[in-house]
């Protein structure tokens, strides 16, 4: 199954300021896929990032809190923007494996103060 | 209603015990379930990936779904201390996207 390097893993931010997560996976993938799972909740998808084209936000998730970049079928990075304490969470990538199902990084856990 | 619902525990349970972790869910147009493993500050690992209904065993790890009662289970055979984690249910429909749908986990601790 494919592997996936995030980074960075935990951070401690201030309010205002803005985190980019950077996720790497060892093979080329078509979609890869960024939640957010906060304490005692499922997790969440946030959005759906192709390759040269916008990605697809789910409903309660816009582009200007959570803009991400695809630049290559390895790559994505996502944003926490203007953050608030309501942000601190975990945030993972994951892409579609097909036979081997979903894989997931090992999430960036947010606190923001 | 969530659309799918996992009793959160915590399970606690003697080691060499046989567990059993289960998910219910509503929407039918579900095809394909997963069971993922979680250890603390790490991402979730899949363990079971089955499609449509009847059973699937993975060395100490059974995984059944009965879609008729919209009812996913995980059964682990004895249970060991390394077995102790958080479980989570997910799945997803036959059509277009691949969006997961999850439960919120199951905490399990296994006990020497």
């Known amino acids: 199954s494919a592997v996936i390097s995030q980074k960075p893993s935990r951070d401690i931010c201030q309010r205002g300021t803005s985190l980019t997560i950077q996720c790497q996976v060892d093979s080329q993938v078509t979609m890869m896929f960024w939640y957010r799972q906060q304490p005692g909740q499922s997790l969440t998808l946030i959005a759906t990032?192709?390759?040269?084209?916008?990605?697809?936000?789910e409903s309660g998730f816009v582009i200007d809190k959570f803009p991400i970049s695809r630049p290559n079928l390895t790559f994505s990075t996502l944003t926490v923007s203007n953050m608030s304490p309501e942000d601190s969470s975990i945030y993972l990538c994951?892409?579609?494996?097909?036979?081997?199902?979903?894989?997931f990084g090992s999430g960036t856990r947010l606190t923001v103060v | 209603q969530k659309e799918v619902e996992q009793d959160p525990g915590p399970l606690s349970v003697p080691e060499g015990a046989i567990v059993s972790l289960n998910c219910t869910y509503s929407?039918?147009?579900?095809?394909?379930f997963m069971w993922y493993r979680q250890y603390s500050r790490k991402g979730p690992e899949l363990l079971m990936y089955?499609?449509?209904?009847g059973n699937k065993e993975d060395g100490r790890f059974t995984a059944q779904v009965d879609k008729s009662s919209k009812y996913i289970s995980l059964f682990i055979r004895d249970s060991q201390p390394s077995d102790s984690a958080t479980y989570l249910c997910a799945m997803k429909g036959a059509g277009g996207g691949n969006k997961l749908t999850f439960g919120t986990g199951t905490q399990l601790k296994v006990e020497l």
């Open positions: 929407n039918s147009a579900f095809q394909y």
């Open positions: 089955t499609y449509s209904s």
């Open positions: 994951s892409v579609d494996s097909r036979a081997d199902g979903y894989t």
């Open positions: 990032a192709n390759q040269g084209s916008e990605a697809t936000y």
